[in-house]
């Protein structure tokens, strides 16, 4: 066991794409926890497919780096707010933060959301310049922008007097010092300002066992493993504790395994002790915010608070004309399991059954939230359809509230107008202006989370994908009345089940813009395009020439068709109207009427319409 003077626990913060993960990378292969000959993945620390992809954190991870004598826990949280109840629970396994800031982009959104829960836990901060090899590098103003956010967000004299490193993750370099001349080739500034600023753990060795189970992972051997900081006390493999639930109820349990961390790597250790961050098997049903404890004398510790869910959808067992095709997990008993599984490592999310056993409410952070998840299911073989993403109005002191996000957006001075234009249509307030005089202005919003969904697409056309947003959940506010964001166009329906010819597509295509390409199988009530005007009409994209003796012999070279726009999952998810689905394969994504048959669909319209006008 580590002497606690010799133990550092930090938490580390950046917005997606400043540099983490990289700045992990590096210090673990210097501080020489992976052998001289073992080959290390860049990244890392991400380690599911989707994180690799995108180059975000979703699942907050941790690794033990040794330098000197020093133990040092880095655990990475997720830098999106989406992920906001992850955030929450990595606050209490740590001491201290490093807070890591493009040397060029300064302080962002999803930096400002998951700072802000650290200096609410009066951690220490220490502040890393990253990416000061940059040609455009203002570490000087980026220095700055951190003090002023710091102040904004409500930090202490002792967080405000923050110590500052500056390094290139990519180089490997670091130093005190601001001008990038001065970078050291190693990671040793950085190392020594952890063991010099962060504290080491208070907590005693002597008291009974207290240990938070924050993170949980599952093993196929293991079952499922409890990770998290010892808060008092150690913890022995075989030891006999008591468990304590989310409601103060006690249960015995033991146990079975207890692992330390070293690098990437998990090791069986023997005991543990106060201030250790360790993973412990053998306690069947164990959930995050359960306190383990000593059977004799049980205490539980405060129940974590985990952020409320502010958007849902409906997910439902797939029942298109083309079902089952692809997927290997089509049931809705396989689509149950598999929410369910998830809400054992998730907690920000919540499932409910509906009356139909076909379908399930899922509620989550946010639209990146639940695209993960479904992006995740379909690489797993099901086989889904789910509903437009919805926000989750509440109802506090009789007064209905909704999601407000904060919106920061940079856009060039040519397209300024039009986007706020665009933004004052979704009910945007304008907070924040700056112009950074390089041609670029930064603005920030607080507009509501309705007016959001479907917007990403429209802003990259207005700014001709110059322009850049981040959001990240503000709070709740007053409901900002109906007609807020959503989609204004109609859309193009086929009226057939078939294949798309080419020549069905040219008869159709001044009409609007096409979803897909020739020869693309499609059925009735399938959407197949974007209508130029604000209503739905019904196309037949199956149509086949009629032959005839006559041929001219250049006519049918000259024709082209316009490239389709063929959507990904996240804009197919934000394109979606009420009255439709988006069919979710392992290979398709379609959108769809929710009533395929044309004159079903004009029969129910027809009975909405009556009963609306009768109320």
Request: contains cysteine; glycine residues 8%; negative net charge.
């Amino acid at each position: 066991m580590h002497a606690r003077d010799k133990i550092r626990n930090i938490a580390i913060i950046a917005h997606v794409d400043h540099g983490k993960t990289t700045l992990v990378d590096k210090l673990l292969q210097q501080s020489g926890t992976f052998r001289d000959n073992e080959a290390v993945q860049e990244r890392a620390m991400d380690s599911n497919d989707l994180e690799r992809e995108r180059g975000i954190t979703i699942l907050a991870k941790n690794t033990a780096i040794s330098y000197k004598d020093y133990l040092i826990n880095i655990v990475d949280t997720p830098g999106h707010a989406d992920f906001g109840g992850e955030v929450e629970r990595i606050m209490k396994m740590v001491d201290g933060v490093l807070l890591v800031v493009d040397a060029f982009e300064g302080t962002m959104p999803q930096t400002k959301f998951v700072l802000r829960k650290a200096l609410e836990q009066h951690l220490t901060p220490i502040v890393v310049v990253n990416k000061i090899d940059r040609p455009n590098a203002r570490p000087a103003e980026v220095v700055d922008e951190v003090l002023d956010l710091f102040i904004e967000l409500g930090a202490d004299d002792a967080q405000l007097d923050f110590p500052v490193a500056y390094a290139s993750a990519l180089m490997g370099t670091s130093s005190l010092d601001p001008d990038p001349a001065k970078q050291e080739n190693n990671m040793q500034a950085l190392y020594e300002t952890i063991v010099n600023h962060i504290p080491a753990p208070t907590e005693s060795v002597e008291e009974p066992l207290q240990f938070l189970v924050t993170l949980m992972d599952y093993n196929e051997y293991l079952g499922r493993i409890a990770i998290g900081r010892v808060n008092r006390g150690v913890v022995r493999q075989g030891q006999q504790i008591a468990v304590i639930n989310r409601e103060g109820q006690i249960k015995q349990a033991r146990v079975e395994k207890l692992f330390g961390f070293q690098g990437l790597k998990r090791l069986e250790i023997e005991e543990a002790g106060a201030g250790d961050i360790v993973a412990i098997s053998g306690i069947k049903d164990i959930n995050i915010g359960e306190t383990l404890a000593d059977p004799a004398n049980p205490e539980a510790l405060p129940v974590l608070k985990i952020d409320e869910p502010t958007l849902q959808m409906t997910f439902l067992v797939n029942n298109s004309p083309f079902a089952g095709r692809e997927g290997k997990h089509v049931t809705s008993r396989k689509l149950r399991e598999r929410l369910m599984k998830e809400l054992e490592t998730d907690v920000s999310l919540r499932v409910e059954e509906t009356d139909s056993p076909d379908a399930f409410i899922v509620s989550g952070r946010g639209e990146l939230h639940l695209g993960i998840l479904i992006e995740n299911m379909r690489r797993e073989g099901f086989e889904l359809q789910v509903s437009k993403p919805e926000v989750i109005i509440k109802e506090i002191d009789g007064q209905k509230m909704e999601p407000i996000e904060r919106l920061i957006i940079d856009v060039p001075e040519d397209s300024m107008g039009s986007v706020m234009e665009s933004l004052g249509t979704r009910k945007a307030e304008m907070v924040n202006m700056i112009n950074n005089g390089n041609g670029n202005v930064r603005l920030e919003f607080l507009i509501p989370a309705r007016g959001l969904i479907g917007y990403r697409t429209y802003f990259l056309t207005l700014t001709r994908g110059y322009g850049v947003m981040n959001h990240a959940f503000d709070s709740y506010g007053p409901y900002a009345g109906s007609g807020v964001g959503g989609r204004h166009e109609g859309v193009l329906v086929s009226s057939e089940t078939g294949t798309s010819t080419f020549y069905g597509m040219l008869s159709v295509e001044d009409r609007g813009i096409l979803f897909l390409e020739p020869g693309t199988e499609v059925y009735e009530g399938m959407i197949v395009g974007e209508h130029n005007r604000d209503t739905d009409i019904i196309v037949n994209i199956c149509k086949e020439k009629q032959l005839t003796n006559v041929r001219s012999a250049t006519k049918e070279e000259t024709v082209r068709l316009k490239t389709p726009r063929i959507h990904s999952m996240e804009q197919a998810l934000e394109y979606l109207n009420d009255d439709e689905y988006c069919e979710i394969t392992p290979k398709s994504i379609r959108l769809r009427k929710k009533i395929l048959n044309k004159s079903e669909r004009e029969r129910f319209e027809k009975h909405r319409k009556m009963a609306e006008s009768s109320v």
